[in-house]
C-alpha cells in the first residue's frame, strides 16, 4: 500500500479547543490555510483515533499522510470493478466537507428564529427545523411567553443526512425526504430496532394531512440514528428518513415532552429576528380568533363560511364531513376555552398554517386531547382544509 494509518506518535501541538469531530473537520482546514501542515496532520490523527468510524476523519487523515510523504495514492492496487463505487464514496465524503464547512456559525444565528415558527406556547418545550440544503437540523428549547414573541434558544445544530435521491417526497420507495411541517409522534429506542437506526428513532407524522391531499404515499419517516459502522451518513444517502449521528439523537432521545415536537423540512429555512411577534400571526390570528367564537356559537353558516370548499378528511369532502363537524363542534358550552399549542406555516405554491389546539376539558392523554387544524389562503382569505385529532 502507499500508506498505512498510523497514530504513534502522532500528538497536537496544542490540544483542539473542541473534540466535536465536526469542530475538529474546521480545524484542520483551518490550519491548512493558515499554511501549519503539521498541526493540520496531528489534529487530522486525533480526530481519526477518537472517532474511528468517522469516515471523512479517516478520509482526511489519509489525505495529509499522502502529502506529508509526497506520494499520491495509486489506483493500480484497487480492483478495477470496485472504483467506481469507491469514486462514488469519495464524492460523497467531498460533498459532506463541503456541507460540515459551510455551517452558518452560531454568532451567525443568534438573534434569530425560523420564520416557519409563527407561535409556540409555553406547552411546547421544543422545535426544530431541518435544512436539507445546508444537511442541517436546528433544535430549539421554547421559551417564549403567551404573547407570541418569539424566545427560542438553540440546544443543538448539526449535520445530518437526508433521502438519496434528495427532497420532494411524493410516492413510496423514490428515495426522497418530504417537504413540509411534520410533528414527533413517539421515540423508539435502539435496542428494539435493526442496527441500520442506530441509537434510537422519533418517528413522525409523514403523510401529514397535506400530504395525503396531494396524494402522496410512503410512511416511515424517521428522524434516526446511525448504523454502528458509521458515525455519520453522506449527505444524500437514506430512503427518505432524516439521519444524525449517534451521539447527537442519544441527546435528544433523552430530552422529556418530545411527543408532538413540530420538526419542519425544508430545502433552504427562512430566518426572522427573535423577540418579536412573528407577522404572519398578525394576519392569520383575527381568523382563528372567529372561528373559535363561531364554534361557540348556534349559527352553523357562520361557522362553515370558515371552511374551504376543498375541505378533505379521511378521502371524504366538506359536504360529507359537514352534518359530523357542525354536530361535534357547534354551540358546545365547555368550561374552558381551546389553548392554542402552536401555528407553523408552510409556503409552497399555497400558503399554509398548521395549528395545533389543546382542549382543557379533555383528560389524560389521548390524541382528542389535541385538535389540529389546516389553513390556507385563498382569496386572501384563510380557509380551513382540515381539521381532525392530533
Same mark, same amino acid.
Given at each position: 500500500?502507499?500508506?498505512?494509518?498510523?497514530?504513534?506518535?502522532?500528538?497536537?501541538?496544542?490540544?483542539?479547543?473542541?473534540?466535536?469531530?465536526?469542530?475538529?473537520?474546521?480545524?484542520?482546514?483551518?490550519?491548512?490555510?493558515?499554511?501549519?501542515?503539521?498541526?493540520?496532520?496531528?489534529?487530522?490523527?486525533?480526530?481519526?483515533?477518537?472517532?474511528?468510524?468517522?469516515?471523512?476523519?479517516?478520509?482526511?487523515?489519509? =489525505?495529509?499522510?499522502?502529502?506529508?510523504?509526497?506520494?499520491?495514492?495509486?489506483?493500480?492496487?484497487?480492483?478495477?470493478?470496485?472504483? +467506481?463505487?469507491?469514486?462514488?464514496?469519495?464524492?460523497?465524503?467531498?460533498?459532506?466537507?463541503?456541507?460540515?464547512?459551510?455551517?452558518?456559525?452560531?454568532?451567525?444565528?443568534?438573534?434569530?428564529?425560523?420564520?416557519?415558527?409563527?407561535?409556540?406556547?409555553?406547552?411546547?418545550?421544543?422545535?426544530?427545523?431541518?435544512?436539507?440544503?445546508?444537511?442541517?437540523?436546528?433544535?430549539?428549547?421554547?421559551?417564549?411567553?403567551?404573547?407570541?414573541?418569539?424566545?427560542?434558544?438553540?440546544?443543538?445544530?448539526?449535520?445530518?443526512?437526508?433521502?438519496?435521491?434528495?427532497?420532494?417526497?411524493?410516492?413510496?420507495?423514490?428515495?426522497?425526504? +418530504?417537504?413540509?411541517?411534520?410533528?414527533?409522534?413517539?421515540?423508539?429506542?435502539? =435496542?428494539?430496532?435493526? =442496527?441500520?437506526?442506530?441509537?434510537?428513532?422519533?418517528?413522525?407524522?409523514?403523510?401529514?394531512?397535506?400530504?395525503?391531499?396531494?396524494?402522496?404515499?410512503?410512511?416511515?419517516?424517521?428522524?434516526?440514528?446511525?448504523?454502528?459502522?458509521?458515525?455519520?451518513?453522506?449527505?444524500?444517502?437514506?430512503?427518505?428518513?432524516?439521519?444524525?449521528?449517534?451521539?447527537?439523537?442519544?441527546?435528544?432521545?433523552?430530552?422529556?415532552?418530545?411527543?408532538?415536537? +413540530?420538526?419542519?423540512?425544508?430545502?433552504?429555512?427562512?430566518?426572522?429576528?427573535?423577540?418579536?411577534?412573528?407577522?404572519?400571526?398578525?394576519?392569520?390570528?383575527?381568523?382563528?380568533?372567529?372561528?373559535?367564537?363561531?364554534?361557540?356559537?348556534?349559527?352553523?353558516?357562520?361557522?362553515?363560511?370558515?371552511?374551504?370548499?376543498?375541505?378533505?378528511? =379521511?378521502?371524504?369532502?366538506?359536504?360529507?364531513?359537514? +352534518?359530523?363537524?357542525?354536530?361535534?363542534?357547534?354551540?358546545?358550552?365547555?368550561?374552558?376555552?381551546?389553548?392554542?399549542?402552536?401555528?407553523?406555516?408552510?409556503?409552497?405554491?399555497?400558503?399554509?398554517?398548521?395549528?395545533?389546539?389543546?382542549?382543557?376539558?379533555?383528560?389524560?392523554?389521548?390524541?382528542?386531547?389535541?385538535?389540529?387544524?389546516?389553513?390556507?389562503?385563498?382569496?386572501?382569505?384563510?380557509?380551513?382544509?382540515?381539521?381532525?385529532?392530533?
Amino acid at each position: 500500500m502507499p500508506w498505512r494509518l498510523d497514530f504513534d506518535g502522532l500528538t497536537p501541538a496544542t490540544t483542539p479547543a473542541s473534540t466535536d469531530p465536526e469542530h475538529m473537520v474546521r480545524q484542520i482546514y483551518a490550519h491548512l490555510g493558515q499554511g501549519d501542515r503539521a498541526q493540520a496532520l496531528a489534529t487530522a490523527a486525533l480526530l481519526a483515533s477518537e472517532y474511528p468510524t468517522f469516515q471523512l476523519g479517516q478520509l482526511l487523515y489519509a =489525505d495529509l499522510l499522502n502529502i506529508s510523504i509526497q506520494k499520491p495514492v495509486s489506483w493500480a492496487e484497487v480492483n478495477e470493478a470496485e472504483q +467506481p463505487s469507491l469514486m462514488k464514496r469519495l464524492n460523497e465524503l467531498v460533498l459532506e466537507s463541503k456541507r460540515r464547512l459551510q455551517r452558518q456559525s452560531a454568532q451567525h444565528l443568534l438573534g434569530k428564529v425560523p420564520a416557519a415558527f409563527v407561535f409556540l406556547s409555553p406547552q411546547q418545550p421544543y422545535a426544530a427545523v431541518v435544512d436539507a440544503s445546508q444537511s442541517r437540523i436546528y433544535w430549539f428549547e421554547n421559551r417564549s411567553d403567551s404573547t407570541g414573541r418569539m424566545q427560542l434558544q438553540l440546544i443543538k445544530e448539526t449535520y445530518i443526512s437526508v433521502g438519496v435521491n434528495g427532497t420532494g417526497k411524493r410516492q413510496e420507495g423514490d428515495g426522497k425526504t +418530504p417537504l413540509g411541517v411534520y410533528f414527533v409522534q413517539k421515540g423508539l429506542p435502539g =435496542d428494539t430496532l435493526p =442496527d441500520l437506526f442506530g441509537v434510537g428513532a422519533l418517528t413522525l407524522n409523514y403523510p401529514n394531512a397535506l400530504d395525503l391531499m396531494q396524494k402522496k404515499t410512503g410512511s416511515g419517516i424517521w428522524l434516526h440514528g446511525t448504523p454502528s459502522a458509521q458515525y455519520a451518513r453522506a449527505p444524500e444517502s437514506t430512503d427518505g428518513c432524516v439521519v444524525l449521528s449517534n451521539p447527537v439523537m442519544d441527546a435528544l432521545m433523552s430530552l422529556p415532552g418530545l411527543r408532538m415536537t +413540530p420538526v419542519v423540512i425544508a430545502n433552504k429555512i427562512d430566518w426572522l429576528p427573535s423577540g418579536q411577534t412573528s407577522p404572519s400571526l398578525a394576519d392569520f390570528k383575527p381568523t382563528l380568533d372567529q372561528w373559535l367564537a363561531a364554534r361557540n356559537g348556534h349559527d352553523p353558516e357562520a361557522l362553515k363560511l370558515h371552511y374551504s370548499t376543498r375541505f378533505e378528511r =379521511d378521502n371524504m369532502d366538506l359536504e360529507q364531513w359537514w +352534518p359530523r363537524l357542525a354536530q361535534t363542534t357547534l354551540g358546545h358550552i365547555v368550561s374552558k376555552p381551546l389553548e392554542l399549542v402552536s401555528v407553523l406555516q408552510w409556503q409552497d405554491d399555497m400558503h399554509t398554517m398548521v395549528v395545533t389546539l389543546k382542549d382543557p376539558n379533555q383528560k389524560g392523554q389521548s390524541q382528542q386531547q389535541y385538535l389540529r387544524t389546516y389553513w390556507q389562503k385563498e382569496n386572501s382569505q384563510w380557509k380551513l382544509v382540515f381539521q381532525g385529532p392530533a
